[in-house]
């Protein structure tokens, strides 16, 4: 009988535990199988781990991986547009995106530095305090005065390659690229000097 009793006693406790758990709360991410992933799909343009690769590519390494699998399932949707990336995260499930994003989140990113010391203290300008006249916020009222960012809002761009950044800020602007509302209308207000230095400083951000 007390074997019955321990028995049942043991079962209602996992039910009671099973009961409490989140409904449909996604599995733990597999770091294996998103490092997997990284050495077969990703590290032709992003490196096996996502350091320091092309300037043209985005380090990955210690990027929040809700950024990141929000980047992954807009180039699958289309809503942001790269026919390359598109092309990559189409075959991605929504388990290979959770991995994948997580297996870099967990990779401590490498420092960088700025190329162009004549415009440092103009990206360090707009950067700290943004431009009043033109009602610019600064950037660190988002990412954080040493480009950490948000986790699942604003991305970390400390570090990031200056080449990879005013690329970006320019397609915002130019309207190429559309899935960050915020940042087309900031960077709209920003001619081409400014996006330069400001990307520049950022990439020495630490």
Known sequence: MKTVALLLSSLMLA??????????APAKPDLAKGGAISSQ?????????????????????????????KQLTEFKSGKRKNPVMSGMAAPLSD?????????????????????????VALGEKIYRGGIAERNVPACAACHGPTGAGIPAQY????????????????????????????????????????????????????
């Open 155 to 206: 991305p970390r761009i400390g570090g990031q390659h200056g080449d990879y950044v005013e690329a970006q800020m320019t397609a915002f602007r130019g309207g190429a690229r559309a899935n960050g509302p915020m940042m087309v209308a900031i960077a709209a207000k920003m001619n081409d000097k400014e996006i330069k230095a400001v990307s520049d400083y950022v990439a020495g951000l630490r």
């Open 95 to 119: 388990d290979d995106v959770r991995n994948v994003a997580a297996f870099y989140a967990s990779k401590a990113a490498k420092p960088g530095f700025a190329k162009n010391k004549d415009t």
């Open 15 to 24: 039910a009671t535990a099973h009961a409490n758990e989140p409904a449909g």
């Open 41 to 69: 799909v990703c590290a032709a343009c992003h490196t096996a781990d996502g350091s320091r690769g092309s300037p043209a590519n985005p380090i990955l390494q210690g990027q929040h991986a809700e950024y990141l699998a």
